[in-house]
Nanobody
Framework: QLQLTESGGGSVQAGGSLRLSCTHS???????MAWFRQAPGEEREGVAL???????EYANSAKGRFTISKDNGQNTLYLQMNSLQEEDTGLYYC????????????????WGQGIQVTVSS
């Protein structure tokens, strides 16, 4: 059973930066992996996605500010978040699956436990 372990969340002021990490428990490096976030009272939404071939996708709200990347040697997915805004506050989840077709939550069978990101003004 693949396990995903997130780290790097926390509190930051608006305009600041954070980097989230997600380490997967096996050495297979062609997963489709993504970051989702969930604000209180709202549905979980996709933020950034990396296909197994390295192609990336971003939600409109993340374009130009967030960068998803992967270090295959460390089995770790990253999300570099810059110019953070209060609207970026929420629980961030790492997700993985052998294949994916965009930010469809039901396509992803493996999820991390979630990590809190809080952006204050």
């Amino acid at each position: 059973q693949l396990q995903l372990t997130e780290s790097g969340g926390g509190s930051v002021q608006a305009g600041g930066s954070l980097r989230l990490s997600c380490t997967h428990s096996d050495t297979y490096n062609d997963y489709c992996m993504a970051w989702f976030r969930q604000a209180p009272g709202e549905e979980r939404e996709g933020v950034a996605l990396r296909h197994g071939n390295g192609r990336t996708e971003y939600a409109n709200s993340a374009k130009g500010r967030f960068t998803i990347s992967k270090d295959n040697g460390q089995n770790t997915l990253y999300l570099q978040m810059n110019s953070l805004q209060e609207e970026d506050t929420g629980l961030y989840y790492c997700a993985a699956e052998l294949h994916c077709y965009g930010f469809r939550r039901l396509d992803f069978g493996y999820w991390g436990q979630g990590i809190q990101v809080t952006v204050s003004s």
